[in-house]
Structures are given as C-alpha cells and as structure tokens.
C-alpha cells in the first residue's frame, strides 16, 4: 500500500532534477552514494549537521526544504539511515512544507523565487519544466494532491527525527562534536576514531579510555581553573595582574582571559568543557570498538547524570562550555557564542528540542551510578582520592590499575627513605607507625573543651603562651562536631600511595591497610560531605608549617559533584584499623614521657632490624644497656627507687644541715675533681640553691618519665612483649596517680627531676629554656600537638573534660557518646 506522504515526497524529488518514482528511496544504493560525495556529505555526522542546518532559523527558504527532502532520500537509498529515520525525515520536510506554504502553487512560486535569488547558478532550467508539471497534477487531480497530503499528515504521529528510545537520549549531548543519527555507529560515524584517541587523547585501549572519562568526570581540567578563580577572587587587582604575569609564556592567555573573566563577572563556571567531553569520549569508544553499547552509554550517562546536576537548559550548557573552551584555547569566544551554538540552539528539527531535564530516566542514572561506583569500588580508590587532594595529578589513575612508570616509582622510594625513613626491608607493617589514633582523640578533647571554655589557662610555672598562640587553640572549638582522625589519615593515605607507588612492599598487604583505611573513615564519616567539611575545618586550625592551605582544594571536592568523594563506597566492613587504637589508660600512660621525647600517638610496635640499630645505640649510649633483661632490669629499678632514690639517699641529709652542706662544697672547690665529682658538687650546689625547686619538688616524675621511654625503646626493640609493655604502662599509671595530684605537679616533678640530675655542661640554660617551652606546650596545648597533657584526665584525677559529640576517640572514656 502506497504511503501518501511518501508518495508525495517522490513528486517532489523531480524538482531536484530526478527521474520520477514511487518511492522516494528507490535510487539505488552507490548511485545515492555518490550524490552524497558530490554534495561533499562525507558521514554521518555531516549528514546530521545539513539535516540540522536546513531548517535553522526562523524562516526556513523553500530551497532549504526541497534539500532536506532529497537529502533524507539520499541518506535512506545509500542505507545510511534505516527506511524507518528517513522515512521520518523526509514526513518532517513534508511537513514543514505542508505548514510553511498556501498550496502547491505557493510551495513552487517560493522555490522558483529562491532559485532566481541565486541567479540560476545552480543546476538548469529544469526546475521550471518540472514545478509546471506538478502543477499540471495538481489541477488535474493526479498523483498525491496538496488537500491529501494535508489529510495524511494530520492522521500521522509527530516524527522522531532522533534516536528517541530513554536510553538513546543520552547522546543528545554529543550534539556539539556532531549530532548523533543512530546509536549502532558504524564505518559512517566515525571512521578515525581510534586513530583520533590515540593522536589527541594518548589513550590506547579500553582501560586507557575508562580511566581518561572517569578523570574528565571527576576532576577534568576544570579544578585547576576553578582554584585559580578562587585564589583570584580573593586578592587585589594589583595581585591578579602580577599572578598573570608570572605565568609562562604558553599559560599567559589562559591567565590572562580568566583574570578577565574575574574581573567582568562572568559567572566562573566551566565544567561543561569536562562533562561533554566525556559523552564525546564514550561515543568515540563505542565507535573504536573499544566500548560496547551499554558500556559507553552507562560511562556517557555518568558524564549527563553530572550535567543534570549542574545547568537547566541548555543555553547555559552552551556558555558553560564555550567558556572552558575558551579558557583551554586562552582565546576568548565567548562573543561568538551565538554564531557557534546557533544551529543547536534554533534549528528546529535540533537533537536539542527537548528539555534538558527530560534527557535521562530515572532507571538509567540509577545504572549509570551503580556502574561508576563498581569502577570506583576498591578501597585503592579511596587512597587516590586522599593523595590526590594535594597531588591531582593522580586522579588521572582511577579506574582500572595501572603500573607507575619506573620514574615514579624511583620517586616513590626517595621520598620514604628520605622523608619518612621508611625502607623496603621494614615490610609494609611499618606503616603503622603513622597510624595515629591517639593524635585524633587528643584534638577531639581539645576541641569539645574548648567550645565548653574548658581549656587550661595560658599561665604556667614555666611560662605564658602568646595571646595570638591561645587564640589559635581557643579556635579548636569550631571543630567540636568534626571528628579529627581524618587530619592524621589523609597523610596516612599519601604515605600508603607511595608506599604503593614504590613496589617495594606486598601489594596485598598494602591492599588490606587500604581496606582497613576506608573502613575507618566510613565509621566516622557518613558522607564525603562530613568527611569535607572534617577535613577543611581541621586544615584550617591545624595548618601544616611552610605549606599553604588545602581548604580552597578541599571546597571544590566538597562543590563539585563529580568529584571522585562523591562517588566512593561508602559502605563499611569488619571494623579493623591499619594500626592499634590504644586505650585511654594506656595512652595517658605514654604521656608520662613528655617532652622528654616526641609525643606518641600510638602504641609502639616491634621496629624493623635498620630502626632498631638506632634505638639500640640510644639506649646503650644513654643507659649503658645491651640487652632485654638488662632494660627490664633498669625499667623495674626507676619504678621502684630511681634517681630519686639517689636524691633522698645522697643529698636530701644537707637540707638538715647546711654548714656540712657548705664545708663539703667548699672541699670540692677547692681542689681538682674528676667528672664524677664535678657532677656531685653540681648537684650539691643545686641542693644549697633549691634550684628549680630540687629540695621541695617531687622527683618521680623523673623516673617514670625515664622508664616509660625506655620501656617504648623495649617494645620497638622487641625486648618486651605486649602484654609485659602494657604490665609497665600500668605500672607507671598507678606511681604517678600516688605522687602527683594533677600535670602541672607532674611537670614540675619532671623538670626539677631534668634539672638537677642533668650533668654539667655548657648547653646547660639552653636545654633547661627549650625543656620548660615544651613543658609550657604539653601543659596548655598551644600549639595543640606539642603535647597530650591539656586532654587528658591525670592518672587518679577526678575526671574533668567534656564529652566529645563523636566516637573518634579511644576505648575506655566512660563519658563518650555512643
């Protein structure tokens, strides 16, 4: 049965100078093709943007029309677009035609008026012969007649000129590259594709091109535009000028053009350059063979479920991405934006007619979601989202695992040696001495204090701290709902990346401290929003010395939706952590140290054979001692009499009788003393001066302070066991809760203890200055790592800190919320 709109489409074909048919797509195959070539329409993406070209604007010429119909024809006879899409094609030019015109005659009179607009420079005169002779038809009422084309028409369903199944949608982003006319891409679409992705894109393969969109989606190359719009945004005019002019020579435009931009108000959003490339990336891969249907169009749906977030309609896509264009060319297009969008924008058969909201079903951003989470699924991903806040470059390796190149890697082991001292015969487990939960309970307390104005005052026996110095710790309030171990873990991820990168280590290993990683941070943090806004406050009160604020890189992941945070399993296993989280005990025993070493922050751990040579030389150049009884020996000796036993036995008598006391002084004066005896009448004249309170102080602390670190020095060792390391800290927690009613009065044990026992030496006032700032540090927090004392209950002490509003904190606080 002869369609009426189609035979009415054939009639009209002989105006283009063809022989009459039923049927307008019965020219054959090659003779089609060739038609095609000689009208330079080369593939199906420039046959989509004539498509799309004859009937932009607002008036539509005759000749435009009378194109399109021969243009559809063509398309369907050289078989490429199926029957059924030129058929559609060619009813919307009937249609139009049907819309746009009186009747035949009017249709005919316009096309002849067109033709003598271009002085009948195109083809012959036989347009007028053949308009004459449908004219001849219709009057007489032969073949398919204006008033049965009218009928037809108005019977039909509107024409779906694109690929207009909910999961075919999606390539209607694509439409800015070239308009996509079918969704089983052939030879016609793109017949260099993969030519072009391995020439512009360096990718060569399917994992090269997952790991190229899932960069373009997350992070792109709109991050670094987006900081550099914020740094700007907060300087001078003067300061963006001098920004702009310390670029090199090849970013000089984009500086300039973004300064430009800053200073005009143009809204600094760009993100379009990224997303829309991604669906240009995927549609490459379908098209490469590299990607299969469902496949590119779950990746491309990613990249438009990301649009949907971002704009409304598609004029702001379009300025969206004319200005990362423009940015990416250090060329200013944003003028031609209406010349270079126009066909898009007004033709009105665009891929571009229907809303943008309508563009994705629910069910397809639902898959598309799930498979991008599978891609990003491994705890691997969350370290690289970690690292890749201060190093971006490494987002470019999300996806499928990739080898690092030897350089890096070379890299990777330089920086562990030289900045962590961590070598590959240590094993993987050494990483666990960065693992530091007692650091996040430490800055957790500080914090719920200092909201409560809780904190110790800044005037000691040793010193005030600096009002700038208070005020910076007092502002540790703003963090009482943020937990802090995401502070100490995002360094711990970056020391695991290397760790990674080096291929020193045992991947598997490595692999489950990550597991292990991202199980912790998804117990603290319900979502990479909490865990954002965690990070940037502590970043903000806590910043790191001679590095500049991560917060502006810290907000964009927080902003961007793309961003690889957003996209993370968040789902949480067994709870295992990378490393022991001490109990509270047990960390206020390790306190008992203080500055008499660096603070810990986690239990200690058997040290590999390299760290233990150097602990063993302190310990035997310090102590005189070389082997495990020995330690235990001397450990055992300092809890139970210590150095203060030599105090009360040797020179606590002379406080009862200061002439002996002075008669015994005034020997040694007088005559040569070797060191053993310069050190006592050192001591002697400390104990006739009262210096630093010798006589009237405590000295325990001394001995607990001594004991605790070497009993630390044991376990690294491997000297002790855990259960005899923990006996020890017990041990020490119960003295000092018998000698001492709170730290200050430790301190002040601990310095006297420091002060008379230390031998006699030139750098003597130095070490006791720097001795007592650090004890000012441990006993105020200011600075809040200086020291663990200002959150922590004193052993024995009734309890006196606020309850933190989280569960970052160590087993055994009774008080903590759960």
Request: overall charge negative; glycine content about 8%; some cysteine.
């Given at each position: 049965m002869v369609d009426v709109v189609d035979a009415?489409?054939?009639?009209?074909?002989?105006?283009?100078?063809?022989?009459?048919?039923?049927?307008?797509?019965?020219?054959?195959?090659?003779?089609?093709?060739?038609?095609?070539?000689?009208?330079?329409?080369?593939?199906?993406?420039?046959?989509?943007?004539?498509?799309?070209?004859?009937?932009?604007?607002?008036?539509?010429?005759?000749?435009?029309?009378?194109?399109?119909?021969?243009?559809?024809?063509?398309?369907?006879?050289?078989?490429?677009?199926?029957?059924?899409?030129?058929?559609?094609?060619?009813?919307?030019?009937?249609?139009?035609?049907?819309?746009?015109?009186?009747?035949?005659?009017?249709?005919?009179?316009?096309?002849?008026?067109?033709?003598?607009?271009?002085?009948?420079?195109?083809?012959?005169?036989?347009?007028?012969?053949?308009?004459?002779?449908?004219?001849?038809?219709?009057?007489?009422?032969?073949?398919?007649?204006?008033?049965?084309?009218?009928?037809?028409?108005?019977?039909?369903?509107?024409?779906?000129?694109?690929?207009?199944?909910?999961?075919?949608?999606?390539?209607?982003?694509?439409?800015?590259?070239?308009?996509?006319?079918?969704?089983?891409?052939?030879?016609?679409?793109w017949p260099d594709a993969m030519v072009w992705l391995r020439d512009v894109w360096q990718v060569n393969g399917h994992d090269d091109l997952v790991r190229a969109i899932l960069w373009l989606c997350s992070q792109g190359d709109r991050q670094a535009w987006d900081i550099d719009a914020a740094r700007l945004m907060q300087v001078s005019a003067e300061e963006r000028l001098a920004w702009c002019e310390g670029l090199g020579p090849r970013e000089r435009n984009y500086g300039r053009l973004l300064r430009q931009y800053v200073e005009q108000g143009e809204p600094l959003e760009w993100a379009a350059w990224d997303w829309l490339r991604a669906v240009d990336l995927a549609w490459a891969g379908l098209c490469a063979g590299w990607l299969d249907d469902e496949e590119s169009r779950l990746l491309a749906t990613h990249a438009g479920d990301l649009v949907l977030r971002r704009y409304s309609d598609w004029s702001a896509l379009a300025r969206s991405w004319q200005r990362g264009r423009s940015l990416f060319e250090g060329l200013d297009r944003l003028p031609l934006l209406a010349q270079d969008w126009q066909l898009l924008m007004t033709s009105r058969v665009s891929p571009w007619r229907m809303p943008l909201n309508g563009l994705l079903d629910a069910d397809g951003i639902e898959a598309s979601r799930q498979y991008i989470r599978q891609w990003r699924g491994d705890a691997r991903h969350w370290v690289l989202a970690l690292a890749a806040v201060r190093e971006p470059e490494l987002a470019t390796r999300q996806g499928p695992m990739v080898d690092v190149a030897e350089s890096r890697a070379i890299e990777a082991r330089k920086y562990l040696a030289e900045s962590l001292d961590l070598h590959a015969d240590e094993g993987a487990g050494a990483l666990v001495r960065y693992w530091l939960p007692a650091q996040a309970h430490h800055l957790n307390q500080l914090a719920a204090d200092a909201s409560h104005r809780a904190l110790p005052p800044p005037n000691t026996p040793f010193g005030s701290v600096p009002r700038n110095d208070i005020a910076a710790r007092d502002s540790l309030a703003s963090a009482t709902r943020h937990s802090a171990t995401i502070h100490m873990a995002e360094k711990y991820?970056?020391?695991?990346?290397?760790?990674?990168?080096?291929?020193?280590?045992?991947?598997?290993?490595?692999?489950?401290?990550?597991?292990?990683?991202?199980?912790?941070?998804?117990?603290?943090?319900?979502?990479?929003?909490?865990?954002?806004?965690?990070?940037?406050?502590?970043?903000?009160?806590?910043?790191?010395?001679?590095?500049?604020?991560?917060?502006?890189?810290?907000?964009?992941?927080?902003?961007?939706?793309?961003?690889?945070?957003?996209?993370?399993?968040?789902?949480?296993g067994a709870w295992q952590e990378p490393g022991e989280r001490p109990c509270l005990t047990h960390f206020t025993a390790l306190s008992l140290v203080g500055p008499l070493n660096s603070a810990a922050w986690s239990m200690p751990h058997v040290e590999s054979e390299r760290e233990g040579s150097s602990i063993l030389d302190w310990v035997d150049s310090h102590y005189g001692l070389h082997s495990a009884a020995e330690l235990i020996d001397f450990v055992n000796f300092l809890l139970e009499a210590g150095d203060r036993q030599e105090y009360q036995i040797n020179y606590a008598p002379y406080t009862l009788n200061h002439a002996r006391l002075n008669s015994e002084i005034a020997t040694l004066e007088s005559g040569e003393c070797n060191e053993e005896e310069r050190n006592h009448l050192a001591r002697l004249t400390r104990v006739r001066d009262n210096t630093d309170g010798c006589n009237e102080v405590d000295l325990c602390a001394w001995d607990l302070a001594q004991a605790i670190d070497l009993a630390?020095?044991?376990?690294?060792?491997?000297?002790?066991?855990?259960?005899?390391?923990?006996?020890?800290?017990?041990?020490?927690?119960?003295?000092?809760?018998?000698?001492?009613?709170?730290?200050?009065?430790?301190?002040?044990?601990?310095?006297?203890?420091?002060?008379?026992?230390?031998?006699?030496?030139?750098?003597?006032?130095?070490?006791?200055?720097?001795?007592?700032?650090?004890?000012?540090?441990?006993?105020?927090?200011?600075?809040?790592?200086?020291?663990?004392?200002?959150?922590?209950?004193?052993?024995?002490?009734?309890?006196?800190?606020?309850?933190?509003?989280?569960?970052?904190?160590?087993?055994?606080?009774?008080?903590?919320?759960?």
């Open positions: 009415w489409w054939a009639q009209q074909l002989v105006l283009c100078d063809w022989a009459f048919m039923p049927d307008p797509l019965m020219l054959p195959e090659e003779a089609a093709g060739e038609r095609l070539s000689a009208l330079e329409v080369t593939d199906r993406g420039e046959l989509a943007w004539r498509l799309v070209e004859l009937r932009a604007g607002v008036e539509v010429s005759a000749s435009s029309l009378l194109a399109g119909l021969e243009l559809s024809a063509l398309a369907g006879a050289a078989g490429w677009l199926s029957r059924d899409q030129a058929q559609q094609w060619g009813r919307s030019h009937c249609r139009a035609i049907y819309e746009h015109f009186l009747d035949l005659d009017h249709w005919l009179q316009a096309l002849c008026a067109d033709r003598s607009q271009d002085g009948w420079l195109i083809g012959d005169g036989g347009l007028l012969e053949s308009c004459q002779a449908l004219s001849r038809i219709e009057a007489e009422h032969e073949g398919v007649t204006w008033e049965l084309l009218g009928e037809a028409l108005g019977k039909a369903s509107p024409e779906g000129l694109w690929p207009d199944a909910d999961e075919q949608h999606i390539w209607r982003l694509r439409a800015g590259f070239s308009p996509v006319l079918t969704t089983a891409p052939s030879e016609l679409d991820a970056f020391y695991l990346l290397m760790s990674m990168d080096s291929g020193q280590f045992d991947a598997e290993q490595l692999q489950q401290m990550a597991v292990s990683l991202k199980d912790v941070l998804c117990r603290f943090y319900s979502s990479a929003r909490r865990l954002l806004d965690a990070w940037d406050t502590w970043d903000g009160l806590l910043p790191e010395p001679d590095q500049p604020s991560l917060s502006l890189e810290i907000r964009w992941h927080l902003d961007d939706p793309g961003s690889l945070f957003h996209w993370l399993d968040w789902s949480s630390i020095a044991g376990r690294q060792l491997g000297w002790l066991s855990a259960e005899d390391f923990q006996s020890m800290l017990e041990r020490g927690y119960h003295l000092a809760s018998q000698h001492y009613a709170g730290w200050q009065d430790y301190a002040q044990g601990l310095y006297a203890g420091f002060s008379f026992f230390m031998g006699e030496t030139e750098e003597r006032e130095s070490f006791l200055a720097s001795f007592q700032q650090a004890l000012v540090g441990w006993l105020t927090a200011a600075p809040p790592l200086a020291g663990s004392w200002a959150s922590l209950d004193y052993p024995g002490a009734r309890p006196r800190h606020w309850a933190p509003l989280h569960i970052d904190t160590l087993p055994g606080d009774g008080r903590t919320l759960h």
